[in-house]
């Protein structure tokens, strides 16, 4: 496992990203006749309002003895990735250009221009069921334009697991010791690697699942058409093994089903990937009398999604109905 390091020159944006731990919120639930718990690490909480602070602040520090101050920094990304990049570039002086596409929230779009970002959209399908290798061509181009640029690389720099290594997995283990099973979404797969680092290195007692889409490669899937953003991939992640993985793989209409359930029952909004997350929890606690005590990370909250998720007409308009969700709460609901 590598060393985990922080650069200190960025040291003020790395404490703000990651500190203090996010909360975690704990619900009595009743699945297939049994009592459980469902924890749920509050990712929206954070500085940027989502787990990609850490990430973001991690690859930062990783290159900023590169960065040219007039070229700046680039990245590929799907909507609070570079949110947060954008965030601490600014507070950096640091021109910063997100590549982004038609599926990236317009919430995060609209937050990253008020910060000063570039934004380049890729509109061309990637032909693997969304636009991540679109957008990874703009980024290529625009590197070959101007070798001063520098890319922070999510999808392969281990800074970006190790900031969950680091931060989001020793939280967790330090806030909930009696979990059995983490349900960790995925798109890079740093997330769930990082979490992964912790347990071989840590032994905290919990199974790390990795949570992806039907249609994503990311967890060695076949790559299709999928419509969340914000979890799965066009291509295999690159810091997973390709065997070995514990995986769920969750439709888009169970990840609404999940989101809706958790505003209306629990109280909590929640985004696509920790609805794919709860939803994997709930379907694995119906098969598996045993498992009684689950935690979801919950990369971020609604706001980001009330033109998709959260909308009538787009769920219509992607025939998305409501259906009914396998979990009765029976402690916990948040104010």
């Known amino acids: 496992m590598l060393e985990v390091q922080t650069a200190e020159p960025l040291l003020p944006y790395t404490l703000r990203a990651m500190s203090p731990p996010t909360p975690v919120l704990t619900f009595g639930l009743r699945v297939a006749g049994v009592e459980r718990r469902l924890h749920l690490k509050a990712e929206w909480c954070s500085v940027f309002g989502s787990s990609k602070g850490r990430t973001a602040a991690s690859l930062m520090a990783s290159v900023l003895d590169r960065v040219d101050p007039q070229s700046g920094i680039i990245e590929s990304t799907s909507g609070n990735l570079g949110l947060a990049l954008a965030e601490l570039c600014a507070q950096a002086g640091i021109p910063f250009t997100a590549v982004v596409d038609p599926r990236t ?3 995060l779009v609209t937050r990253m221009r008020a910060v000063g970002a570039s934004i380049v959209e890729s509109t061309t399908e990637d032909g693997h069921g969304g636009y991540l290798l679109s957008r990874l061509k703009v980024v290529q181009e625009a590197l070959r334009r101007d070798p001063r640029l520098v890319w922070t690389n999510q999808y ?5 697991p190790a900031a969950h290594c680091a931060g989001t997995a020793p939280e967790l283990a330090a806030q909930v010791n009696t979990a059995q099973q983490v349900f960790v979404p995925v798109s890079t797969g740093g997330t769930l690697a990082g979490f992964r680092w912790h347990a ?3 032994s905290p007692g919990w199974r790390c699942v990795g949570v992806d889409m039907v249609g994503s490669a990311a967890l060695g899937g076949v790559a299709g058409e999928r419509m969340l953003p914000g979890i799965g991939a066009s291509r295999r992640s690159t810091f997973l093994p390709h065997a070995g993985v514990d995986a769920e793989y969750v439709s888009p209409a169970e990840a609404v089903a999940a989101c809706e359930w958790a505003g209306e029952a629990l109280g909590v909004g929640i ?3 920790a609805g794919a997350a709860v939803a994997a929890a709930v379907r ?3 098969r598996c009398r045993w498992l009684i005590e689950v935690a979801c990370i919950c990369p971020d909250g609604a706001q980001p999604y009330r033109e ?3 909308s009538p007409a787009w769920r219509a308009e992607h ?3 409501p259906t009914a969700f396998g979990a009765e709460v029976i ?3 948040a104010a």
């Open 105 to 107: 929230s317009s919430v």
């Open 156 to 160: 392969g720099n281990p800074a970006n």
């Open 200 to 202: 071989d290195a840590n």
């Open 271 to 273: 985004g696509g990937s």
């Open 284 to 286: 694995r606690m119906q």
């Open 308 to 310: 998709t998720i959260f």
């Open 319 to 321: 025939r998305l109905w």
């Open 331 to 333: 402690e916990g609901r």
